[in-house]
């Protein structure tokens, strides 16, 4: 049974930076694309970034300040988070999508929520003074 549980979220002023941990068990990190989606009130969920055994994913609106990795050895992938802005306040949801290896498999994948094969319960971020 896959299961993912994210950590790391918070309250921060904005231009500061918060690192969100994925953690997973219950699959082999190499076999999935995951990654990150939010949600914020009134909004519906976007897809943030993604990360599989060879390549990277960005949405446009964090390109340059949101950067994933990930640690095979903890079966964990990280969303660190900098030069926050307002906008980026949102439960962010840690997602797993099985098979996926290329940037723009994951950018299909992550232009809607359907199709992740595992789901976490979701960080808060609020960026706010």
């Known amino acids: 049974q896959v299961q993912l549980v994210e950590s790391g979220g918070g309250l921060v002023q904005p231009g500061g930076s918060l690192r969100l941990s994925c953690a997973a068990s219950?699959?082999?990190?190499?076999?999935?694309?995951i990654g990150w989606f939010r949600q914020a009130p009134g909004e519906k969920r976007e897809g943030v970034s993604a990360?599989?055994?060879?390549?990277?994913y960005y949405a446009d609106s964090v390109k340059g300040r949101f950067t994933i990795s990930r640690d095979n050895a903890k079966n964990t992938v990280y969303l660190q988070m900098n030069s926050l802005k307002y906008e980026d306040t949102a439960v962010y949801y840690c997602?797993?999508?099985?098979?996926?290896?290329?940037?723009?498999?994951?950018?299909?994948?992550?232009?809607?929520?359907?199709?992740?094969?595992?789901w976490g319960e979701g960080t808060r971020v609020t960026v706010s003074m």
């Open positions: 997602a797993a999508a099985r098979g996926l290896t290329t940037s723009l498999s994951m950018e299909a994948y992550w232009a809607d929520s359907y199709g992740m094969d595992a």
């Open positions: 990360i599989s055994v060879s390549d990277t």
């Open positions: 219950g699959l082999t990190l190499d076999d999935y694309a």
